[in-house]
Nanobody, 130 residues
Framework: QLQLVESGGELVQPGGSLRLSCAVS????????IGWFRQAPGKGREGVSC????????????SLGGHYESRFTISRDSAKNTVYLQMNSLKPEDTAVYYCAARSQMRVLCSRYVSNYVTWGQGTQVTVSS
């Protein structure tokens, strides 16, 4: 059974950094495309970044027009079956629950759309505040 478990979220001061982890089980990481999403209070879930089964990375734009690639980095460790999201220069508006999700096995390409992902983790809370 496919399962994803996020960790690493916590309270951090503005300008700080965090590394989120998405541990996967029940499947081989390199066979699946994994995305990171976030959902701020009162807002919809939005795509942050994605790493395809072939290792290609994508970054998306936030609701204010900022490109996540300028501050975030997605990576994976196949030996540990874990996908990471390194987040730097954090801002209060980065406060959200962060989720990782997997597309179905035959879907190689990244997508920023929630509906294109079939398996989700429970989320990890990131709070950026002084």
């Amino acid at each position: 059974q496919l399962q994803l478990v996020e960790s690493g979220g916590e309270l951090v001061q503005p300008g700080g950094s965090l590394r989120l982890s998405c541990a996967v089980s029940g499947f081989t990481l390199s066979d699946y495309t994994i995305g990171w999403f976030r959902q701020a209070p009162g807002k919809g879930r939005e795509g942050v970044s994605c790493i395809s089964s072939e290792g290609a990375t994508n970054y998306y734009y936030d609701s204010l027009g900022g490109h996540y690639e300028s501050r975030f980095t997605i990576s994976r460790d196949s030996a540990k079956n874990t996908v990471y999201l390194q987040m730097n220069s954090l801002k209060p508006e980065d406060t959200a629950v962060y989720y990782c999700a997997a597309r179905s096995q035959m879907r190689v390409l990244c997508s920023r759309y929630v509906s294109n992902y079939v398996t989700w983790g429970q989320g990890t809370q990131v709070t950026v505040s002084s």
